[in-house]
């Protein structure tokens, strides 16, 4: 454990919590890409399996339930409780596009060929590409609310921090987790645009309230 993973975890806590606060209060999955959040559901259920296996702390065990209660909840929002608010006709991404090409990997490239040793590979593979239905979401709509950019924005930050721990752990371990690491990286890749996007946008909205302050406090 280092600073790095801590914030890291808690900034991925935050994105979950900011997306279940903003479908809770308005009532409304409008802009949420449904496709990405069954493949984050798909992604910790097939990586925490060793809950009724391993035991390695507290704070684990807890995350584990945590993103787990977070993930299933969510999903059960946008396909259950609010489904009439669900944007299904713009989240038309091909899931078998990711899943297909993952699970081969999966099989191909592991540390060790047994079951919950693939599973876990698996989660690692398909959670570097699950956020894609989301931005071709974005993409194709040419729009996306604030609370879902603020999602988004703090889960490539908990990508970032992710890839910070790697590099201290293995400044300080002499720990290196290929698989981790390469699919890290290319996950935060996929960040890169919406980053640039989200700073802009945020730069020309605090633009656009400091002209108004301005002329609030010149009349």
């Not at 684990?60 to 608010?85: E, H, P, Q, S």
């Amino acid at each position: 454990m280092n600073v790095f993973r801590i914030l890291g975890d808690l900034s991925h806590l935050l994105a979950m919590i900011l997306l279940l606060g903003k479908i809770w209060r308005s009532k409304c999955c409008a802009g949420i890409s449904g496709k990405s959040q069954i493949l984050f559901a798909l992604v910790f259920t097939t990586r925490y399996l060793d809950l009724f296996t391993n035991f390695i702390s507290i704070y684990n065990t807890v995350m584990k339930v945590v993103f787990l209660l977070c993930a299933y909840v969510t999903v059960y929002m946008i396909y259950g409780k609010f489904r009439k608010t669900f944007d299904s006709e713009n989240d038309t991404f091909r899931l078998e596009f990711l899943l297909v090409p993952v699970i081969g990997l999966s099989f191909l490239e592991n540390y060790s060929f047994t079951p919950l040793e693939i599973l876990w590979t698996f989660s690692i593979y398909l959670e570097s590409v699950a956020i894609l239905p989301q931005l071709f979401m974005i993409s194709k709509t040419g729009e996306a609310e604030t609370i879902t950019t603020h999602y988004l924005f703090f889960l490539g930050l908990y990508r970032a921090l992710y890839l910070a721990n790697w590099i201290r752990r293995y400044q300080t371990e002499n720990f290196y987790d290929q698989i981790a690491v390469v699919s890290g990286v290319v996950q935060t890749i996929f960040y890169c645009d919406f980053f640039y996007l989200y700073v802009t946008k945020e730069n020309q909205n605090f633009g656009v309230e400091r002209i108004v302050y301005n002329g609030l406090v010149s009349a």
